[in-house]
């Protein structure tokens, strides 16, 4: 099946500094891929929605000057937590559907701002 | 998007089998129901998906009644790694289209 990559798997920075995740579809492309955030014992919140060569949309709430998302190809999308403080600590996940098909996931990020 | 609910959870034992119950009253004519099995510190994997009567794969069985209002995912003879949250999306499968997770629901499985 179609396989959704996650880069890196972990990150700790420190607080101020960024940080980027990648999200790779292998073996398909994917126009439109979404970044989820998910905090311990709690269900994924979608962030925003990446458009390949468009703006990303967020959802209500999720800061776009923090949360920098690019969608370069039709195969890439990276996130990134700009000026990271240990509230944004969280485990980030990523998706892509293939037309008319079921989503896949990453693997995701956990990121630790220190 | 149809509002999902389902169990906050569920124990089990080894060997049982395992039935989850979704319901999704306002679910439309276009929008399919699919499952998902999430692991600590793992994205989400597909489980099963389905539009209406049943739906059998090799892990999993998904029945939907004709009014589509509900939807019951059956694990058959559970072992212990089936310890993990299963969530109920109900959605229309096309590329572009969002899909929101409700609460999930954590399933134990006791040996």
């Known amino acids: 099946g179609a396989v959704v990559s996650q880069h890196p798997s972990w990150v700790i920075c420190k607080s101020g500094t960024s940080v980027k995740i990648e999200c790779r579809s292998l073996d398909f492309q994917a126009t439109t891929m979404f970044w989820y955030r998910q905090f311990p014992k709690q269900s994924l919140m979608l962030m925003a929605t990446?458009?390949?060569?468009?703006?990303?949309?967020?959802e209500q709430g999720v800061e776009k000057d923090k949360f920098l998302i690019n969608h370069a190809s039709l195969t890439l999308s990276t996130l990134t937590v700009t000026s990271a403080h240990p509230e944004d600590s969280s485990f980030y996940i990523c998706?892509?559907?293939?037309?008319?098909?079921?989503?896949?996931f990453g693997q995701g990020t956990r990121l630790t701002v220190v | 998007l149809a509002k999902t609910t389902q169990p906050i959870s569920m124990d089990s034992y080894e060997g049982q089998e395992v039935n989850i119950t979704c319901s999704h009253n306002?679910?439309?004519?276009?929008?399919?129901i699919t499952w998902y099995q999430q692991f600590p510190s793992q994205g989400p994997r597909f489980i099963i998906q389905?539009?209406?009567t049943k739906v059998t794969n090799e892990v999993a069985s998904l029945f939907i009644p004709a009014d589509r209002k509900s939807s019951t995912l059956s694990l058959p003879r559970v072992s212990l790694s089936d310890t993990a949250v299963y969530y109920c999306l109900v959605g229309e499968e096309a590329a572009g289209n969002k899909l929101t997770f409700g609460g999930g629901t954590r399933v134990l499985v006791k040996p």
């Open positions: 998706s892509a559907r293939e037309q008319g098909l079921k989503a896949f």
């Open positions: 389905g539009y209406k």
């Open positions: 306002n679910i439309a004519t276009n929008d399919y």
């Open positions: 990446s458009n390949e060569g468009s703006k990303a949309t967020y």
